[in-house]
């Protein structure tokens, strides 16, 4: 499997952004999709996930409310969209696959991964 992330760049707090992740190499809806993000210095945290069919999401408590994971099977795209961004969510953002039957927000859960794509958020 193979991913492809884009849309990051500079944003002023309060801004959006939209981060897609085309997949290929593999039936799309067979995996559970997941956004992940690492800031300098830090280890990378789970984001979001979504199920096969996009039925389930799950997020990270901080992320609730503001940021939203969905997927286009037609497309084999993930996207993520962030809104009401804040300085501290300045990191870079992956996707990542998993060809398990179930969303987790364990990194090691997720077999395939994306080059991620900085977000940068200005206060």
């Known amino acids: 499997v193979q991913l492809q992330a884009s849309g990051g760049g500079l944003v002023q707090a309060g801004g959006s952004l939209r981060l897609s992740c085309a997949a290929s190499?593999?039936?799309?809806?067979?995996?559970?999709m997941g956004w992940f993000r690492q800031a300098p210095g830090t280890e990378r945290e789970f984001v979001a996930a979504?199920?096969?069919?996009?039925?389930?999401?799950n997020y990270a408590d901080s992320m609730k409310g503001r940021f939203t994971i969905s997927r286009d099977n037609a497309k084999t795209t993930v996207y993520l969209q962030m809104n009401t961004l804040k300085p501290e969510d300045t990191a870079v953002y992956y996707c990542a696959a998993s060809s398990g039957s179930v969303w987790s927000k364990s990194e090691y859960d997720y077999a395939y991964w994306g080059q991620g794509t900085q977000v940068t958020v200005s206060s």
């Open positions: 979504i199920s096969r069919y996009g039925a389930t999401t």
């Open positions: 190499g593999r039936t799309f809806s067979s995996l559970v």
